[in-house]
Nanobody
Framework: QVQLMESGGGKVQPGGSLSLSCVYD????????LAWYRQTPGNQREFVAD???????NYANFVKGRFTVSRDRAKSTLYLQMNGLKPEDTATYYC??????????????WGQGTQVTVSY
């Protein structure tokens, strides 16, 4: 069963930094896209950043220049380095992975989420 496990959330003051990690088992899951999304209560989950298997990265406008998405294939881990955090970055952050399954269909998987709180 495909599992994505996030870690690294917590509370930080405005202007601070946090690094999120998402570990997966590449022996059973070979994603062509890995991404971070976030969600606040009462709102839809929103895209934060992604990285494709061949390298291109994309960012939501509200995190450009502050967040960096990366991937360590050897460790089967996705990262999100968050700098210059703002109170509006407070949310539950989710790891997302997309692959082609054994039937040739697109399959999407989510982690359980990790809470990030930015406040004094």
């Amino acid at each position: 069963q495909v599992q994505l496990m996030e870690s690294g959330g917590g509370k930080v003051q405005p202007g601070g930094s946090l690094s999120l990690s998402c570990v997966y088992d590449e022996t059973i899951f070979t994603p062509y896209r890995l991404a971070w999304y976030r969600q606040t209560p009462g709102n839809q989950r929103e895209f934060v950043a992604d990285i494709m298997s061949d390298g291109p990265r994309n960012y939501a406008n509200f995190v450009k220049g502050r967040f960096t998405v990366s991937r360590d294939r050897a460790k089967s881990t996705l990262y999100l380095q968050m700098n210059g955090l703002k109170p509006e970055d407070t949310a539950t952050y989710y790891c997302n992975g997309v692959c082609v399954d054994a039937q040739g269909k697109r399959a999407t998987y989510w982690g359980q989420g990790t809470q990030v709180t930015v406040s004094y």
